[in-house]
């Protein structure tokens, strides 16, 4: 059973920046895709970004140019750096794997962490 942790979150006025981070195992870290996911309040969870195996990026459109992931091998962590927040980006933010090497889209991710809430306000 794998472990994912996030943490970072927090409560921020719009054109801030935060960075989330999500803490796996050196298993999962070193070796399969890692997607950040966020789900808003009576809104379904929608894919953000996600970094694979190789060291590939994706991103939502809607966070394309403002958020960058990356990971750091010492720390098995990989990052979500967000910037220019928006009050559209307030939602549970939340990182997962599936042990498969690429991202191949936002669907079927079985492991998920506890999730980091990330509140902007105007």
């Known amino acids: 059973q794998e472990q994912l942790e996030e943490s970072g979150g927090g409560l921020v006025q719009s054109g801030s920046s935060l960075r989330l981070s999500c803490v796996a195992s050196?298993?999962?870290?070193?070796?399969?895709?890692i997607g950040w996911f966020r789900q808003a309040p009576g809104k379904e969870r929608e894919g953000v970004s996600c970094l694979s195996r190789n060291g590939i990026t994706y991103y939502a459109d809607s966070v394309k140019g403002r958020f960058t992931i990356s990971k750091d091998k010492a720390r098995n962590t990989v990052y979500l750096d967000m910037n220019a927040l928006k009050t559209e980006d307030t939602a549970g933010y939340y990182c997962?794997?599936?042990?498969?090497?690429?991202?191949?889209?936002?669907?079927?991710?079985?492991?998920w962490g506890q999730g980091t809430q990330v509140t902007v306000y105007s």
């Open positions: 050196r298993s999962t870290f070193e070796n399969y895709a």
């Open positions: 997962a794997t599936d042990f498969r090497w690429e991202c191949n889209g936002w669907q079927r991710w079985s492991y």
